[in-house]
């Protein structure tokens, strides 16, 4: 079984925490997380972290700037370096507090850990980076509801192959080989969270980058330049009613670790997903490396292919 090291840098992540220690402490073991508090003062965060300490987590409480959530990156990077010297190790895999790791499988969606290692197997002998090209992010306002989102790509790295971690973790890189490679793994990112506490998190953040905003024209650009907390000018720039509306265009995936539902745009009627069904209609599709369903929800659902 691959040895997976999962880092992540968090603040007053509460309920988060608690979801994301669950998930990957069953699936890689308590020993091989690794957590970067950046200073949080609340109190059910501090008991998470402590008691993930006692199990076997890693947890480290002194990089508790603003700047070093901005270069964690950078934080990974040396972890990297150290891990690669001092253990013996296969994947690096940067992730976020608010993401889950899942996989696309030949029938739909997976959290189990069997799936989740299997294609981590499957990957053992690359030696390039790994591309997570598809994110679902959870819908506003709507339980158990995601949306594909096709340009938040993330990504990890197999150890010891000279890796570079950006700050976002979207376009990691290896010395060995300059390609990276597409997986079948997708993150559920529950970023979205009630409104008023969204546009107060996302102010905060872009405070870090931005020298004002309340500047519609720098956060504009701020955005279109892609600079770090870019993803999160629109909300600034919109309101309440698009914000709980940003997904009405797109098809919503409804999965809780069971089967798949969707639902297509403009349309009542939810459909079950059904891959044999969709590469019968769609025989193309059974050469594309992610799985069927990754390939409606990238492909599929934006070209008007039929939901058989």
């Not at 069997?114 to 994110?135: P, Q, T, V, W």
């Not at 405070?207 to 004002?212: D, F, K, R, S, W």
């Amino acid at each position: 079984m691959a040895i997976v090291k999962v880092m992540m840098m968090q603040k007053n992540e509460g309920p988060r925490l608690a979801r994301w220690l669950t998930h990957y402490g069953q699936i890689f073991g308590m020993e091989n997380l690794l957590i970067f508090d950046n200073g949080s003062s609340d109190k059910f965060t501090i008991s998470l972290l402590n008691e993930a300490e006692y199990r076997g987590a890693h947890v480290r409480r002194d990089l508790n700037r603003p700047v070093d959530f901005q270069m964690k990156g950078q934080h990974y990077n040396n972890v990297i370096a150290s891990l690669d010297h001092d253990e013996e190790y296969d994947f690096a895999l940067p992730v976020d507090c608010d993401e889950t790791l899942c996989v696309f499988t030949e029938g739909g969606l997976s959290l189990d850990a069997r799936d989740i290692h299997a294609e981590f197997e499957r990957l053992k002998s690359y030696r390039g980076a790994f591309s997570i090209g598809l994110s679902l992010f959870n819908v506003p306002n709507r339980e158990g509801w995601y949306a594909p989102n096709r340009f938040f790509p993330k990504g990890f790295v197999p150890a010891r192959c000279g890796a570079r971690i950006d700050n976002g973790h979207h376009f990691p890189t290896s010395s060995e080989v300059p390609e990276s490679f597409l997986t079948r793994f997708t993150y559920l990112h529950n970023h979205h969270r009630p409104y008023r506490e969204m546009i107060r998190n996302a102010r905060a953040k872009l405070a870090l980058e931005v020298e004002n905003v309340t500047d519609k024209e720098l956060l504009r650009e701020h955005a279109r330049r892609a600079l770090p907390g870019g993803h999160l000018v629109h909300l600034l720039l919109g309101t309440q009613a698009d914000y709980y509306t940003m997904y009405k265009n797109e098809v919503q995936l409804y999965f809780q670790g069971n089967d798949v539902l969707l639902q297509e745009p403009g349309k009542k009627n939810v459909r079950y997903w059904d891959a044999k069904r969709y590469r019968e209609c769609h025989p193309d599709t059974v050469v594309y490396e992610a799985g069927l369903l990754s390939h409606y929800l990238t492909y599929g659902a934006p070209e008007g292919r039929e939901l058989p």
